[in-house]
């Protein structure tokens, strides 16, 4: 997928990307290419203007759920990620980039939430193909695949190359068990404090209740 070509139909965004992206000075090396009357013409296999997400480089997978990233040097990082029916992408912040989401596979049961900067929770249904959704740089933001066998497949842009994650759970179970006994009282920061053995670096997870009902279990 051409990225320059990507981010210009998408220039909706409030990221003012495309001016950088179209800069000559910034346009990486042909690898390999020739000209004609048209232009020059190179193969996307060939050349580093073209991102393959299904096969870049960094890619993680979770319980059936994946994700391919692809940084553009300097500039973006582009996400596709695929949940898995019963997916849960599970309550998360990035603290320093804005997030804009993309759907390609969707269907009706799947829903997508975030805390607005005012505190009210924000719960997006009946998204579709298609469709696009803002996550404000810091905003929490989660999501759930209802469905029982229809998996859902999102590109996320993200404003700037570092899409580092930051989980409440973890947080709030990093916090020494005395203050949260203060803060809490001392049966809830017990089990609050076992939050901390939750790995840090898994965003997605299966949602046991929907299983159940599925017939996945």
Same mark, same amino acid.
């Given at each position: 997928?051409? +990225?320059?070509?990507? %981010?210009? $139909?998408?220039?909706?965004? *409030?990221?003012?990307?495309?001016?950088?992206?179209? !800069?000559?000075?910034?346009?990486?090396?042909? !690898?390999? /290419?020739?000209? !004609?009357?048209?232009?020059?013409?190179?193969?996307?296999?060939?050349?580093? $203007?073209? /991102?393959?997400?299904? =096969? @870049?480089?960094?890619?993680?997978?979770?319980?059936?759920?994946?994700?391919? /990233?692809?940084?553009? *040097?300097?500039?973006?990082? %582009?996400?596709?990620?695929?949940?898995?029916?019963?997916?849960?992408?599970?309550?998360?912040? =990035? *603290?320093?980039?804005?997030?804009?989401?993309?759907?390609?596979?969707?269907?009706?049961?799947?829903?997508?939430? /975030?805390?607005? @900067?005012?505190?009210? +929770?924000?719960?997006?249904?009946?998204?579709?193909?298609? =469709? +696009?959704?803002?996550?404000?740089?810091?905003?929490?933001?989660?999501?759930?695949?209802?469905?029982?066998?229809?998996?859902?497949?999102?590109?996320?842009?993200?404003?700037?190359?570092?899409?580092?994650?930051?989980?409440?759970?973890?947080?709030?179970?990093?916090?020494?068990?005395?203050?949260? =006994?203060?803060?809490?009282?001392?049966?809830?920061?017990?089990?609050?404090?076992?939050?901390?053995?939750?790995?840090?670096?898994?965003?997605? @997870?299966?949602?046991?209740?929907?299983?159940?009902?599925?017939?996945?279990?």
């Amino acid at each position: 997928m051409a +990225t320059s070509s990507m %981010i210009c $139909l998408l220039s909706l965004l *409030p990221f003012a990307l495309c001016p950088s992206v179209l !800069d000559p000075g910034d346009i990486p090396v042909l !690898d390999s /290419y020739h000209t !004609d009357d048209s232009g020059i013409s190179v193969d996307a296999a060939d050349t580093k $203007l073209v /991102y393959d997400l299904h =096969n @870049a480089e960094v890619r993680f997978e979770w319980e059936g759920s994946s994700a391919f /990233y692809q940084v553009v *040097p300097g500039l973006m990082a %582009i996400l596709l990620l695929n949940i898995a029916p019963c997916g849960v992408v599970l309550p998360l912040s =990035n *603290p320093y980039t804005d997030d804009m989401l993309y759907a390609t596979e969707c269907n009706a049961q799947m829903e997508f939430g /975030y805390v607005a @900067a005012n505190g009210s +929770t924000i719960i997006i249904t009946g998204f579709k193909p298609g =469709n +696009t959704l803002q996550i404000p740089k810091g905003a929490l933001h989660w999501g759930l695949n209802k469905s029982c066998t229809r998996a859902v497949s999102i590109i996320k842009f993200f404003n700037g190359p570092d899409i580092s994650f930051v989980r409440p759970d973890i947080q709030i179970g990093s916090i020494p068990e005395s203050i949260l =006994n203060v803060s809490m009282g001392e049966e809830l920061a017990r089990k609050i404090s076992e939050l901390k053995k939750l790995n840090p670096e898994d965003p997605i @997870a299966r949602c046991p209740k929907c299983m159940r009902m599925c017939g996945l279990v």
